[in-house]
């Protein structure tokens, strides 16, 4: 049986106080925008976000899909 999963790309947002943009490019990359209301964590291998109020935050992430086998 083929699934498809959700492989990133790019692993970032941008702040609407600052405008400042953000990226994470590795595991455990912690990044905040310059004036610290968002931030985003994890690069490639996870997805994590922070922010004072998450109506600042503006979701700028990529990603692609990949199909792969079922081992069940």
Do not use: P, W
Not at 20 to 25: G, L, M, R, T
């Amino acid at each position: 049986m083929k699934l498809t999963r959700e492989i990133i790309t790019a692993n970032k947002g941008q702040c609407k106080l600052c405008n400042d943009i953000i990226e994470s490019v590795h595991r455990h990359d912690y990044v905040k925008c310059k004036c610290g209301e968002i931030a985003v964590d994890g690069g490639k291998s996870y997805r994590r976000r922070t922010a004072r109020d998450f109506n600042n935050f503006i979701e700028l992430s990529e990603f692609t899909e990949e199909e792969y086998d079922a081992d069940f």
